[in-house]
């Protein structure tokens, strides 16, 4: 067996140098792949027969299927990508929302209260200020005139 052996100093750097570009373009194939194939799922304009064709020029002629759906559907995929990100924050910025609420109701609100004040961790005027609070869902502007510093 004559396997020749490599060394470090057997590797020239132009070949580092063009092997680290070769496998830089080759990941980058396939991040320009798997943006292709979810954007043709994507796609509601697009009904099941012609993301089916797609795929398959896709899957059987990676770089002819991906370079002609680039040219030819190309512009819409930023467009796409964009309305996903307004709707995916558009979500998020509702369950905030929903969150800094309480996440309930008006009428789970009304029965937190109702067994807070039954529990006697409210009183009875505590009670009902919430109760408008809630059912007018603001919070009051000014304290009354009557009301104690606590």
Not at 40 to 55: E, Q, S, T, V, Y
Request: aromatic residues 12%; charged residues 25%; contains cysteine.
């Amino acid at each position: 067996m004559s396997a020749q052996t490599y060394l470090a100093y057997d590797y020239p750097a132009l070949s580092v140098f063009w092997s680290m570009l070769v496998f830089f373009l080759w990941i980058m194939w396939f991040v320009l792949l798997f943006r292709v194939v979810m954007d043709i799922f994507r796609d509601d304009a697009l009904g099941g027969g012609g993301k089916a064709a797609w795929l398959l020029c896709v899957v059987l002629l990676p770089f002819l299927g991906v370079f002609v759906y680039l040219i030819a559907r190309g512009k819409g995929m930023g467009r796409r990508e964009v309305e996903q990100a307004r709707a995916q924050q558009r979500a998020f910025d509702e369950y905030v929302r929903q969150t800094a609420r309480g996440g309930g109701s008006r009428a789970d609100e009304l029965a937190r209260l109702s067994e807070m004040k039954a529990r006697g961790d409210i009183t009875e005027d505590e009670f009902r200020r919430a109760k408008e609070m809630a059912l007018a869902d603001h919070a009051p502007s000014a304290p009354e005139k009557n009301e104690v510093a606590r």
